[in-house]
Each structure stands twice: as structure tokens, then as C-alpha cells.
């Protein structure tokens, strides 16, 4: 499993209601693990994909891209990529 964090600037406010729109629009099966944090500047994601070619694939991928625009998310200042080692959830490891 990897996990990417994805860095977006502006106001968290306004980031926030347009991250809740946008997944709005994904189906919940497509999503395995992902959080979206406020930061003081804006907002972070931390996205799950099962290898780094997927992750590599969705990064560059139209889709996400389309997704982000179609709800006026801007580019993000940074997209960084981890192999994952552990990951916990409600006390079980995942």
C-alpha cells in the first residue's frame, strides 16, 4: 500500500466545502483509506492506493485531474508519495 499527501493552499474553509463536493462524486468502493486534514493555509490529503503504479497512474490519470477542476480545486503545491508500513483504524490494523 502506498499513500500520497496532497498539499492545497487557499482558504481551508472554502477548500473543505469544495474536497466534501468532489467526493461527493466518487463511489464510496473506490475509496479505500483517505483523510483530509486542515492545515492553517489550507488543506492536506492523505490518499491510499494499493502499489505505487496505481498511485503513479491515478496521480497523472485525466480523471482526478477532471474531478478537481469540475469542482474548482487548484493544483496542488505538493504531491508526495510513501510506501505505507502500518496503517491502524478503529484499533485494527489494516
Same mark, same amino acid.
Given at each position: 500500500?502506498? !499513500?500520497?499527501?496532497?498539499? *492545497?493552499?487557499? @482558504?481551508?474553509? %472554502? ?5 466534501e463536493? $468532489?467526493?461527493?462524486?466518487?463511489? =464510496?468502493?473506490?475509496?479505500? /483509506?483517505?483523510?483530509? /486534514? ?5 488543506? /492536506?490529503?492523505?490518499?491510499?492506493c494499493?502499489?505505487?503504479?496505481? *498511485?503513479? =497512474? *491515478?496521480? !497523472?490519470?485525466?480523471? *482526478?485531474?477532471?474531478l478537481?477542476?469540475?469542482?474548482? $480545486?487548484p493544483?496542488?503545491d505538493?504531491?508526495? @508519495?510513501?510506501?505505507?508500513?502500518? =496503517?491502524?483504524? %478503529?484499533g485494527?490494523?489494516?
Amino acid at each position: 500500500m502506498h !499513500a500520497s499527501i496532497w498539499k *492545497f493552499s487557499g @482558504d481551508a474553509d %472554502d477548500l473543505v466545502r469544495r474536497y466534501e463536493a $468532489m467526493l461527493a462524486d466518487v463511489p =464510496a468502493g473506490n475509496i479505500g /483509506l483517505q483523510l483530509c /486534514l486542515r492545515a492553517p493555509d489550507g488543506i /492536506l490529503l492523505v490518499d491510499t492506493c494499493p502499489t505505487r503504479e496505481v *498511485f503513479e =497512474a *491515478f496521480a !497523472a490519470g485525466p480523471e *482526478f485531474a477532471a474531478l478537481r477542476a469540475r469542482h474548482g $480545486m487548484p493544483e496542488p503545491d505538493s504531491v508526495e @508519495d510513501h510506501p505505507v508500513v502500518a =496503517a491502524v483504524v %478503529d484499533g485494527r490494523r489494516r
